[in-house]
């Protein structure tokens, strides 16, 4: 007897620039993880890309002012919404903070979050926080 595969979400939904919802599920006994995307009314669900573990681990995206999803599993990685591509990773090494959680989209368009490693990370305070600049411009939220 076989069982079918069993999905589950990763991680709660974003809303994205364009107003779908988007997320990450898994297939159990695979690898890697899938970014999706669906209308707000459950319609029109779409698996946009296959993506590493190491780049959506445990993370819940920021629709940015850019229009890219963008996260935080140990790293901060970019993603586009469109075809899943993973654009940019800002690395954690230990020395500039570690186990970063999910982010915030300050008003001036920069990334703010706390690290844990009691480090400090670009422009971050010592206790861990830590801000990260990606020259995108501020969101129009």
Known sequence: MTLPQLHFLEIPVTQGVNGNLYGIFRVYGQAGAHL???GVDGSNFQKIADLPSSAV??????SASDGNLWGVSG???????GTGA???TFFFNGKNGSCPWSLIQAKHGTFARTAGGGRTVSKGTPD???TLNASLPPPSR
């Open 36 to 38: 999706f995307s669906v």
């Open 57 to 62: 681990s445990n993370t819940r995206f920021v």
């Open 75 to 81: 790293n901060v990685v970019q993603i586009s919404p």
């Open 86 to 88: 993973v654009l940019q």
């Open 128 to 130: 861990g926080v830590f």
